[in-house]
Structures are given as structure tokens and as C-alpha cells.
T-cell receptor, first 115, second 114 residues
Framework: AQKITQTQPGMFVQEKEAVTLDCTYD???????LFWYKQPSSGEMIFLIY??????QNATEGRYSLNFQKARKSANLVISASQLGDSAMYFC????????????FGKGITLSVRP | NAGVTQTPKFQVLKTGQSMTLQCAQD?????MSWYRQDPGMGLRLIHY???????DQGEVPNGYNVSRSTTEDFPLRLLSAAPSQTSVYFC?????????????FGPGTRLTVL
């Protein structure tokens, strides 16, 4: 079984500053993938970034980077240079490698960007 | 490409009624899934399919049926709706393979059971 824990109830960040959203996970699988999704108030699920458990380097996608610490079982999302449009709910998720249809999600973190 | 489409966008049912949530994708993806999203709970997997004719249960399958007769379509059936099934339902699809494949989500269906 897989479990994702997101405990930050809500986060605030000033526009143009960086923010870290925490995610810890638990799994018995040797090979797995970690994902972050953004859900704005409009409701759609937007894929942000992916990290494979055997990837040696942390994933980066534009202003998003994933701080992957395998020994600590953490996969924190770092958003640099926050923008007002980053205000949304953020979900951490994982799946066994090759089982992309079986995502396990955390409960999410609300991020609010202040002008 | 339309991507993943879901119909209807909104639905109100009475307890005991049945209905089918439709999901279709035009990306020729082998994998398709249904999730439900409740406040404070994140998304939870209901059922998934790894190809036409193959389906399996996820974390919260009770009260829902699925079938996959074509690659494109993956309908979710509620046989006898209950207030506990009030939720937002998301369908998703992805390619198969041992390496990473992004899941593409539909826009969601907001269901209210009275």
C-alpha cells in the first residue's frame, strides 16, 4: 500500500518569493513515481512535475523543482518566483512504476500568493 | 485533440436513482481511471483499466461499476445512488509502459445526491 502525507494546512507567500510545499510518502514498492498536481479554483487538475524513484537528479520544470530525498521519503515541491496565478490547491501523488493508472494522492495544500 | 472529456459537468440525483458518468479520450491511451474528490480527502481511486476488456478495483469501488469495451470510453455507473456518493468525479488516462507517463485528467463531473 502507498500513502502520501501533506500536513501543511495552508501556505502564504509573497509574490516573487520562493515557497516549499511539503510531501512525505510511504511505500513498499522498490520502484515508484512521484507527481505534483495543481488544482486552481476552476477545478481542473494540472500536472506540474514528475520524479522517478531511481532518478539521480532532482526534477525541474520551469519555476517548479522537486526536492527528492529518498532516505527521508520526502518529495517537496519548490516554486520559485511565485506569481498570483500560483494561488491554488497542490496535490502530491505517487504510483508504482508502470502503474500510472493507480495514483495515490495526498490531501492537498492550499497556497495563497500575496501581491 | 479534445483530450479527456467527461459528461455531464453537473448532475443532481435522488437517492436510489441510477446513472452513468461518461468518459472518453482521443489519445489512444491504454490506461484509464476514475477518481472521486471529497473536501479534505484529496482524490481517491475508484476503478481503473489497463486496456479494453480489463478493469480492476481501486481504493473505494463500492457502489460503482465500470466496463471498458473500447480503448476510447470508460463509463462509470452508479447503480443506486446514495448521499455518500456526492462528490466531484474525475476521469484520467495515460499511456502504458514501464517508464513515466503523465496522467491526463478530464474537467470533472460534480454530482449531488439528495
Amino acid at each position: 500500500a502507498q500513502k502520501i502525507t501533506q500536513t501543511q494546512p495552508g501556505m502564504f507567500v509573497q509574490e516573487k518569493e520562493a515557497v516549499t510545499l511539503d510531501c512525505t510518502y510511504d511505500t513498499s514498492d522498490q520502484s515508484y513515481g512521484l507527481f505534483w498536481y495543481k488544482q486552481p479554483s476552476s477545478g481542473e487538475m494540472i500536472f506540474l512535475i514528475y520524479q522517478g524513484s531511481y532518478d539521480e537528479q532532482n526534477a525541474t520544470e520551469g519555476r517548479y523543482s522537486l526536492n527528492f530525498q529518498k532516505a527521508r521519503k520526502s518529495a517537496n515541491l519548490v516554486i520559485s518566483a511565485s506569481q498570483l496565478g500560483d494561488s491554488a490547491m497542490y496535490f502530491c501523488a505517487m504510483s508504482p512504476t508502470g502503474a500510472n493508472s493507480k495514483l495515490t494522492f495526498g490531501k492537498g495544500i492550499t497556497l495563497s500568493v500575496r501581491p | 485533440n479534445a483530450g479527456v472529456t467527461q459528461t455531464p459537468k453537473f448532475q443532481v440525483l435522488k437517492t436510489g436513482q441510477s446513472m452513468t458518468l461518461q468518459c472518453a479520450q482521443d489519445m489512444n491511451h491504454e490506461y484509464m481511471s476514475w477518481y472521486r474528490q471529497d473536501p479534505g480527502m484529496g482524490l481517491r481511486l475508484i476503478h481503473y483499466s489497463v486496456g479494453a476488456g480489463i478493469t480492476d478495483q481501486g481504493e473505494v469501488p463500492n457502489g460503482y461499476n465500470v466496463s471498458r469495451s473500447t480503448t476510447e470510453d470508460f463509463p462509470l455507473r452508479l447503480l443506486s445512488a446514495a448521499p455518500s456518493q456526492t462528490s466531484v468525479y474525475f476521469c484520467a488516462s495515460s499511456r502504458s509502459g514501464v517508464s513515466y507517463n503523465e496522467q491526463f485528467f478530464g474537467p470533472g463531473t460534480r454530482l449531488t445526491v439528495l
